[in-house]
């Protein structure tokens, strides 16, 4: 089993910025794979960016693409998003999530979620 908390949400103004953090624990991801989605009131859960254990691949959706970075700590068993310039769109819940290789962007594929965080941008 692997727990994950995310931490960083709160209330910013658009143009600000943000950086979410997740913790994770309960057991050794390596190899695994780490994502952040999100999910809007009334919407369905939607990939935002994901990281390989070596941190050389990563992937964006492209509605964050220039705005968010992700990047991890293996040795703390931390991500991380870094979220500049933020848009009143950006407004929903951010989850961690983590998975063993394969597809980055697909939500069914990942194995364990965060609680997730609140992320509110107000205009």
């Known amino acids: 089993q692997v727990q994950l908390v995310e931490s960083g949400g709160g209330l910013v103004q658009a143009g600000g910025s943000l950086r979410l953090s997740c913790a994770a624990s309960?057991?050794?991801?390596?190899?695994?794979?780490m994502g952040w989605f999100r999910q809007a009131p009334g919407k369905e859960r939607e990939f935002v960016a994901a990281?390989?254990?070596?941190?050389?691949?990563?992937d964006y959706a492209d509605f964050v693409k220039g705005r968010f970075t992700i990047s991890r700590d293996n040795a703390k068993n931390m991500v991380y998003l870094l979220m500049n310039s933020l848009k009143p769109e950006d407004t929903a819940v951010y989850y961690c999530?983590?998975?063993?290789?394969?597809?980055?962007?697909?939500?069914?594929?990942?194995?364990?979620w965060g609680q997730g965080t609140q992320v509110t941008v107000s205009s």
């Open positions: 999530a983590v998975r063993r290789p394969g597809r980055l962007t697909v939500v069914a594929d990942y194995d364990y």
């Open positions: 309960g057991r050794t991801l390596s190899s695994y794979i």
């Open positions: 990281i390989a254990w070596t941190a050389a691949s990563t």
